[in-house]
């Protein structure tokens, strides 16, 4: 088996086949390396953005990219190493210069937070020093997820009526007694592994979008392969945020925040590229020693030739405890064998896709995970959904409803009409709160009806957010990296 | 010396335990985990809320008008049966006014849609609405055996589709009956939007999810009053009511890729149990980016209400796909038939047969 990019005088043994097309390493890399630089120049405004533009102008005008980088996700990291690569480039063939700087992003939480200083303390030292000798091109930030609740001074509790499915709400302000954490939401709230799923995703773009929004960037770089992508748009449909696919995969518009214009738009330069690709290119460039899960990461499906021989020891979770992109996932790789352009024809049809016409009767923005509303989903739900029961008829049934009220059942839903109930009076006597006025959108009011304890939330108010002050200083641990970096750039300057 | 007998343990009455009640009433024993919500509820309480809430869909969105003749495409199998039931039900509480009558085509499957068939027939005692059967010799001259026969088992799908789907048009047009209603449920409009999705269907997306299709080029409508009803619900209300309906699956191959769809679906309602409805709502709010127009090409635009050249019936195309899939066979009929030749009779049955053969 040789390859087939090569040229024919020099052919190297092939190790890759993808696309039903063979490679030699060299080949692979070009090869990948080539469709993400072709997303990243793929119009006037990002050409803008990374090229080096001449005339040089007055300093401070290169272009600031924010890439987020997870440590348990392999396309991020094979993002940041190409866009490594593409500036060791630019730099030697334009006398040092660069036409973008990257800040790297990465969110973690009280578990992993070890792990990570461990993973880019030996990521800096192998992949950005070397660049930072020349000028400060690359900058680390961390965030702690905890961040989230901390910044913001006010929180509001989400009730739904079970009744009608109307959202109420009453908000307070943040003090020391009642500051929220994320251990305690998933675990107070949560019923299932999809709902912490969904919420640790909502709260995690979150914070790297308003990240990006307080320090002016000019774009952030999402880590997402065509495969993931294709699993978050079937996962949209699935969760009843269908209007949310044309914003979500949107890189020709700039980006919004509490209905606030940013000055940034969000690129998916992976979005050609197979999740079974990116993974190769992870073991041919010896990356997934950044990782926190190195042993998993080494039995993901992949396309290296020498690997397809090996069976596939992935163990197998109960559905019950998937998580919908899990699910998803697998469904992919089932039908992968026989219908093999699933992928790319799910990506494709979700590109043709716009905003669907709002009929509301103002622009309202759901306060959980922030998205556009275009329908009001209590109105939707309620007209297709009846809840009054048959009425109590026989004494044997009034003496079974007399003794569900005394029980623990009864006392739990009496809790649930009271807390309801004074939220309701909390909403009528505030003059903030408007008629029509819509909280959630359908798939978050379908979360917290289905998947949340006794339908109620706590939630920060993102518009009272402040991410900007405490980002890169809370945690002392972390911010010894940091300092250790710079004190080596500034040590060679 | 007195005897006492012992007390009798399988009448002795059992204790309903308080998590064992209905999530409703609170009064009565759960029976049934409802689909919709996985919220428990008991027989009166589930019934009284799928009427209603099947009420409330044909209300809010005005399915029928008053005087309005309607006809139920009954297949006799669970859906069109609760269809039938439901619409007569509703109409004698709530008096929409309609006139319901009950339309079949028989596909000519030996073996299969004679007794299905039979079903409609003793709906039509029960119910005591009128019944009209058109059968596929008598619109196309062909019957399904017969396809097969000269077609095969692999396409038979497709040609039954084809024709099935016109044979309800045609069927009503002649009893002079604007609007046919068919028991599409929730499942079918999901799995519908997630196959349109996977497969790219860019041209249907946008109204995969209309609860009435309706074209100027056709006088019937057709309207889905169990759009937003779980199959299941559907199941457990026809088991509920005893009702009578034929439950055999057709002796052709399901479509295969539908049934990894809908495999799909099973593993997201473990999960998240309002996945369908989840999905419909999505469904309804997907709309498609305007078509960029280029200066000089002639854009070939859908035209609404086109018809066919031969029979006159709705086509995207010049001539239909009824007429042009007809033409095919024809090409391959016997120029003369033997009298009596009953050899196509129950071709589904026996190829089906000949399959599970093994030496």
Redesign the interface.
């Known amino acids: 088996m040789e390859c087939q990019r090569c040229p024919a005088s020099a052919r190297n043994p092939a190790t890759v086949e993808s696309r039903k097309e063979k490679f030699c390493d060299e080949c692979f890399i070009k090869f990948v390396s080539t469709k993400q630089r072709k997303q990243m120049m793929k119009d006037e405004y990002f050409r803008n953005l990374f090229k080096v533009i001449y005339p040089f102008e007055k300093e401070g005008s290169v272009s600031k990219i924010l890439l987020p980088l997870s440590h348990s996700d392999s396309g991020s990291l094979v993002m940041l190493d190409i866009v490594h690569d593409l500036l060791l480039e630019q730099t030697k063939q334009h006398n040092n210069r660069t036409g973008f700087t990257v800040d790297v992003l990465t969110v973690f939480t009280e578990e992993n937070v070890s792990v990570i200083k461990e993973r880019m303390e030996s990521l800096i030292n192998e992949k950005m020093s070397q660049l930072n000798k020349i000028s400060n091109i690359f900058n680390v930030h961390f965030i702690d997820v905890n961040e989230f609740f901390n910044n913001a001074s006010e929180v509001s509790t989400f009730i739904i009526d079970n009744e009608n499915f109307e959202i109420f709400s009453k908000s307070k302000s943040v003090d020391d007694s009642n500051i929220l954490t994320l251990k305690e939401i998933l675990g107070k709230y949560c019923l299932?592994n999809?709902s912490r799923s969904d919420l640790i995703s909502i709260i995690k773009t979150q914070l790297i979008k308003h990240f990006a929004y307080e320090n002016g960037y000019n774009a952030i770089m999402w880590g997402h392969s065509m495969t993931k992508l294709s699993e978050v748009?079937?996962s949209?449909?699935?969760?009843?945020?269908?209007?949310q696919?044309?914003t979500f995969l949107d890189s020709e518009s700039f980006d919004t925040l509490n209905n606030k214009p940013c000055k940034y738009k969000n690129l998916y330069p992976m979005k050609d590229l197979l999740s079974v690709e990116i993974e190769s290119f992870l073991q041919i460039r010896n990356l997934a020693q950044f990782l926190i899960n190195v042993e998993e990461t080494n039995v993901k499906p992949n396309c290296l030739i020498a690997r397809k021989s090996l069976p596939s020891l992935g163990q197998q979770k109960l559905?019950?405890n998937?998580?919908?992109n899990e699910?998803?996932n697998?469904?992919f790789q089932?039908?992968q064998n026989?219908?093999s352009n699933?992928i790319s024809?799910?990506l494709?049809?979700?590109d043709?896709?716009?905003?669907?016409?709002s009929s509301m009767a103002k622009p309202s923005q759901c306060q959980i995970c922030q998205s556009k509303i275009?329908?009001n989903?209590s109105n939707?739900?309620n007209?297709?959904?009846?809840?009054?029961?048959?009425?109590?008829e026989t004494t044997e049934?009034?003496y079974?409803?007399k003794?569900?009220?005394d029980?623990?059942?009864?006392q739990s839903h009496t809790h649930y009409v009271e807390l309801l109930n004074e939220i309701k009076q909390g909403a009528s006597n505030s003059l903030d709160v408007e008629d029509g006025d819509v909280k959630l959108c359908?798939?978050c009011l379908?979360l917290l009806?289905?998947?949340i304890k006794d339908k109620n939330l706590v939630w920060p108010k993102v518009d009272t957010m402040d991410i900007t002050a405490n980002a890169t200083n809370k945690n002392k641990e972390l911010s010894q990296i940091l300092d250790q970096f710079e004190i080596n750039s500034d040590g060679e300057e | 010396m007195s005897f006492t007998a012992p007390s009798d343990p399988v009448n002795k009455p059992t204790k309903?335990k308080?998590?064992q009640?209905?999530e409703?009433?609170?009064?009565?024993k759960a029976l049934i985990r409802r689909p919709?919500?996985?919220s428990k509820l008991?027989k009166?309480?589930f019934?009284?809320?799928f009427e209603?809430?099947i009420h409330?869909?044909i209300v809010?969105n005005n399915l029928f008008q008053r005087g309005e003749k309607v006809a139920v495409g009954a297949s006799g199998g669970k859906d069109s049966t609760v269809l039938a039931h439901m619409l007569k039900l509703l109409n004698d509480r709530y008096d929409y006014g309609i006139e319901i009558v009950l339309l079949s085509i028989d596909e000519g499957i030996i073996g299969y849609r004679d007794d299905s068939l039979a079903t409609v027939k003793r709906n039509q005692q029960q119910y005591g609405l009128p019944l009209e059967i058109f059968s596929f010799k008598d619109l196309y001259d062909w019957t399904m055996d017969e396809i097969v026969s000269v077609a095969g088992i692999r396409n038979s799908c497709t040609y039954c589709g084809v024709f099935r789907r016109q044979s309800l048009d045609r069927g009503a047009a002649k009893l002079g009956i604007s609007h046919v209603v068919t028991g599409h449920n929730a499942d079918d409009m999901a799995e519908t939007?997630?196959m349109?999705?996977?497969?790219?269907d860019?041209a249907r997306?946008e109204k995969s999810t209309a609860i009435i299709t309706q074209s100027s080029g056709s006088p019937i409508k057709r309207s889905k009053p169990f759009k937003?009803s779980y199959q299941k619900e559907i199941v457990l209300y026809a088991h509920y009511m005893k009702l009578d309906y034929f439950s055999t699956e057709c002796t052709y191959a399901p479509e295969?890729?539908r049934g990894?769809a809908r495999e799909?679906m099973k593993?997201?309602e473990?999960?998240?149990?309002?996945?369908i409805?989840?999905?419909i709502?999505?469904?309804?709010?997907?709309?498609?980016?305007?078509k960029k127009s280029n200066a000089g090409k002639r854009v070939v635009k859908f035209v609404d209400g086109n018809r066919c050249a031969r029979c006159g019936y709705l086509s995207s195309n010049n001539i239909c796909k009824a007429c042009m899939l007809l033409e095919g066979l024809e090409k391959s009929r016997a120029q003369v038939a033997i009298e009596n030749d009953t050899s196509a009779d129950g071709a589904a049955l026996k190829l089906r047969a000949l399959e599970k053969l093994s030496f």
């Not at chain 1, 029980?407 to 009864?410: I, M, N, V």
């Open positions: 299932n999809s748009i079937i949209l449909v699935v969760k009843g945020k269908g209007s696919i044309a559905v019950k998937m998580t919908i699910i998803t697998k469904y089932d039908i026989d219908y699933i024809t799910v494709r049809t979700a043709k896709l716009t905003q669907p016409k275009y329908t989903p939707w739900l007209r297709i959904t009846v809840t009054s029961p048959y009425p109590v049934e009034k079974l409803f003794q569900w009220q029980s623990k059942l009864g359908y798939g379908i009806n289905t998947s | 309903v308080v998590s009640l209905c409703l009433c609170h009064s009565r919709k919500n996985l008991c009166q309480c019934c009284l809320v209603t809430e409330n869909t809010a939007v997630l349109n999705i996977l497969r790219g860019v997306l937003y295969a890729f990894t799909y593993n997201l473990a999960v998240r149990p309002s996945c409805i989840d999905i709502q999505s469904g309804e709010n997907l709309a498609l980016k305007a």
